[in-house]
């Protein structure tokens, strides 16, 4: 996700044609709160927030996404560059070749920019073309904005496109999530001098909602790089993604999943001096780390725990095939053959291709706080993606052995 400066916090208008859904949204939230006791998990407030029919952030803004300038809240490398698909096309289409499958299925596909790009791309390399691409999308606006996209697609190609409401009971594709896992609802967790307590929403004297603080569940257990932060620290756990990726082990026969998102191994994660955590907010190209404010109006994201999300689809049955940078992925998987001819031409157009290409592959940019990780089942050759600048050891979410040893955790 690309975006740039804060957004200074006064307060604001919803947009046109939103008041309603703000408003609806803050009531319903107010219910919940009420009817749970004074305290929700901020789990459930993302989950309420980000994508309850009619209300939420992606249920009801299908423009969320999308090119700069417009009402958009953010980009997506898709959306950057159509030498994102092309890249990922050629890594796809040998994977489909030499495993024999018929099928891609895209999680979160957002506006089909990627869906529509892939099929495209491989179309015109003539070499592997899905049967099937089926897309899962838990919000229904965008879901409608993807149909759209993909009807503008040649007949011949938009006929392979379905969308499924569930996953079958098993099924062997190539899977892809691109930023899809970072949208997932996050548990908070605040390190307190009494130890770890979980961090929720309630409502304080006025009826605003508030942070508000409980224990931990009984038997709840943390990972153990958490310890290399010291008191004070609030933090993220991704029990919703780490949830999805043990499913996608149980449904995913023969094949290989390729998540795109921002994120690090645990070490990094629970760096000693990330004590804020890294949950971010989104809206009109601008970020803001408040998610109490105006919910329903901005993205609510948290960077991914890569070495979390491993160890599940391992305890879902998985193999971890790979993990890098996007940068280093994107160039092993040969965009730059793909640009070298494109930029012949020396025109606006190629300049345009050029600088979406630094924005995907520039260290500052995307190129490096974007991984990729590939599991699967079944699969013994090599991905070309990961031919150099593996880094898979470092999803090992031991902590570090030169973290000091903060007070001992309450489930040590
Ligand atoms: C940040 S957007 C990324 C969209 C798109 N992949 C892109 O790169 O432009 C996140 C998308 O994931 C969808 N989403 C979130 N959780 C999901 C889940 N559990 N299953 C399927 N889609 C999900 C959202 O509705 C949204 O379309």
Redesign the pocket.
Known sequence: ?EQTCSLPREPAAAPAGQEQRAAGLMELLHREIATSGGWIGFDRYMQLA??QPGLGY?AASPG??GAWGGASD?I????LSPLFAATLARQLGGLGASLGLQRVV??????A??ACGLLRELAEAGAWLPEEYAI????AA?RERQQAAVAALPAELARRVRWWESLPQRFDALVL????L???PVRLLHHTQAGWVERGVGLDAGGALAWSERELPPGCELRPSLRQLPPGSVTEWHE?AEG?MRSLGAHLGRGVALL?DYGFPAREYDHPQRTGGTLRCHRAHRAHDDPLWEPGLS?I?AHVDFSAMARAAREGGLDLLGYTSQARFLLNAGLLDLLAPRMAAGDAASLRLAAGVQKLLGEHEMGELFKVLAVGRGVDAPLAGFAQGDRSAALDDAPSPDAPPHEAAPWD
Do not use: C, K
């Open positions: 996700m980000l994508y992606y969320v996404l953010f997506t490398a898709p959306e895209e999680f979160g596909a957002g506006s920019a990627l899962v999308e838990v919000s965008m999530g691109n930023e899809v970072d949208a997932m919703a999805f795109f993205d994201t």
